[in-house]
């Protein structure tokens, strides 16, 4: 019989996406999650962007990481109402230069390639109006915020095909919809007015075969059945705020998780409870595959609770577990 060979990092993440017998639970620090920006996906530092949106730079005592999708906040928006924004032109998510040079570099037989979005559309629009207006104008003007978010919607449709067709494997969108307590909208309104364009998005990368990661904050519990059966693939949620067991529980093989360790406890926490909710996590969330072990968010954590998440997933996370 010959030698079986041991799968490679890249085969073995998709294998635990997929829920096909992985080797281990693979971890963010492996190196194989690779994330790629389209030109201006980030805005800018300080200064106003493609959408009107004037910025400034977060304080310095923000502790953000290289992959930090943001390192500025808005500061001014370009219009008061929806309304208005129908009378502006947005960007074109077409413009070939957006995406020139993406790949340069990636070894892709190493590398699982992922496109990361802009603002998804709740967060757009938040930014466009301010949130208060902006979570105002769904129940005041729900026609125009519909038109509204239909076209940010097509705007990110055409990010998706532009990273699919420059080679990437995977989209990565990020939307806000609840805070610690709970949904910050009525989740009916989120799957009249957000939903018809989420699945639009998400269909460009399910229809081309490729992954969608999708990042929400809160407890967003809420709003996950609709995203699961839109087709999302990968969620990153926030572990402090969703009971993402009970999701694992209800939802099996359709759902996959990145993260699984909280950003409060990998900040201020000391090693040893990082190890033990790393175990948690994959003893919880890792049955089976469905896991990337991570941190919730991409943040600079102290370097000690780094070293004992990727600690952890080394020793502990060899299937079959137990």
Known sequence: MGMIMPLSAKENLWRALRHENPEYVPYSAEGVLRLVDHRGRKPPRAGIDEWGVIWAPLPESYAAAASEPAESYAIAHPARSCAELLTRSFPNPSDPSLF??????????????????????????????????????????????????ERIADYHVGIARGYLAAGVEAGFLADDYAGHDGPFLRPALWQKLILPGLRRIIA????????????????????????????????????????????????????????????????????????????????GLGQEGGLILAPDQPLAFPPENEAALVETARRYGRYPSG
């Open 204 to 283: 460009a990368y399910r229809d081309a075969g490729a992954a969608i990661f999708f990042h929400t904050c809160g407890r967003a519990e809420a709003f996950i059945p609709d995203l699961v059966d839109a087709g999302v693939t990968v969620f990153n949620l926030q572990s402090s705020a969703c009971d993402l067991l009970a999701l694992k529980a209800r939802f099996g093989r359709r759902i996959a998780f990145y993260g699984g360790v909280a950003n409060e406890l990998m900040m201020t926490g000391m090693p040893e409870e990082v190890q033990a909710a790393a175990r948690a996590a994959i003893a």
């Open 100 to 149: 020139a040079g993406l790949l340069a570099g990636i070894d892709k037989d190493r590398s699982l390639i992922i496109g990361q979005h802009p603002a998804g559309p709740l967060d757009r629009l938040c930014s466009l109006l301010d949130m208060p207006t902006a979570l105002l104008a769904l129940v005041s003007e729900p026609e125009a915020a519909r038109a509204v978010l």
